[in-house]
T-cell receptor, first 112, second 111 residues
């Protein structure tokens, strides 16, 4: 069945470090993956959308890419700031948006 | 102005008591609407999906029900709360079905 796996539970960085988060997926359809950021006590905010058609999305300094060979999506940022500390979720879009399957989330902690 | 408004912001309820949570979408015509549940420190689990007024699909059974009485309103309810209902309830909307936007959520504590 359809699934998404987000193995990195916790990432600890210092300011200006490089951030890389990975999600792998399994689906029989052409995948669309969304990246969300959730700050403490708030709802998730849509950060980026990546499809097999566009292969890449860029927003707020974050870049999301798609790797067909490894059936994975990546989220990266060249230089993180303390304000980037949050939980990042990937979500696989199913049935044209009728349902989303979320990964387990990656908690990113950035120290100054 | 906010597109999506959820109410209440937080609730503390007793086991066995009824519950009603709601969200309103402003400025969007015929949005797709969703209810999600999130345990503390956990991932998001989709509960319901609605494409139009009066039509609600259940994704997972958690002794909860949902209704869409108006185009811009989505209600989540139960007649009898369980301890396991505690968590963060999130309403979401989409127009382009591959872009889903969440509200600020309702924190529910069942005691």
């Amino acid at each position: 069945g359809d699934s998404v796996t987000q193995k990195q539970g916790q990432v600890t960085l210092s300011e200006d470090d490089f951030l890389f988060i990975n999600c792998t997926y399994s689906t029989t359809t052409y995948p669309t993956l969304l990246w969300y950021v959730q700050y403490l006590g708030q709802g998730p905010q849509l950060l980026l959308k990546v499809t097999t058609a566009n292969n890449k999305g860029i927003s707020r300094g974050f870049e999301a890419t798609y790797d067909k060979g490894t059936t994975s999506f990546h989220l990266q940022k060249a230089s993180v700031q303390e304000s980037d500390s949050a939980v990042y979720f990937c979500a696989l879009v199913l049935q044209g948006g009728r349902a989303l399957i979320f990964g387990t989330g990656t908690t990113v902690s950035v120290s100054p | 102005a906010q597109t999506i408004h959820q109410w209440p912001v937080a609730e503390i309820k007793a086991v066995g008591s009824p519950l009603s949570l709601g969200c309103t979408i402003k400025g969007k015509s015929s949005p797709n609407l969703y209810w999600y549940w999130q345990a503390t420190g956990g991932t998001l689990q989709q509960l319901f999906y609605s494409i139009t007024v009066g039509q609600v699909e259940s994704v997972v059974q958690l002794n909860l029900s949902a209704s869409r009485p108006k185009d811009d309103q989505f209600i989540l309810s139960t007649e009898k709360l369980l301890l396991s209902h505690s968590g963060f309830y999130l309403c979401a909307w989409s127009l382009v079905r591959e872009e889903v936007f969440f509200g600020k959520g309702t924190r529910l504590t069942v005691v």
